[in-house]
């Protein structure tokens, strides 16, 4: 993320951080790329989307920022946010 969860730096980053709050998809766990630019170019070359945030979910690329408004516009996130597994694990955000 460009930024963190508390202070994002870019519209699509603030914008996921209110997605995922208002499923109550938490703990997030961010990665400013920033910071560590370094990070922004492995995501981008294992999720293969260069469409950023990149959303990571138990290690697991679940979708950049047009896949996850999708999922959210479809309920598949609200799903994912009550389901047992995301409440098992802390749900890792890599926003990129």
């Known amino acids: 993320m460009e930024g963190t969860v508390d ?13 995922l709050t208002g499923v109550q998809a938490v703990p997030l766990v961010c990665v ?3 910071e560590h630019p370094a990070i922004m170019g492995y995501t981008v070359h294992r999720s293969g989307s260069h469409c950023t945030p990149h959303v990571y979910v138990n290690g697991t690329f679940y979708g950049d920022y ?3 408004m999708s999922k959210f516009k479809s309920g598949d996130l609200q799903k994912l946010a009550s389901s047992n597994v995301s409440k ?3 749900l890792p955000v890599g926003m990129f």
């Open 7 to 19: 202070a994002p730096k870019s519209l699509l980053s603030n914008n996921l951080v209110k997605l």
């Open 32 to 34: 400013d790329v920033l």
């Open 66 to 68: 047009d896949m996850v």
């Open 88 to 90: 098992s694990a802390p």
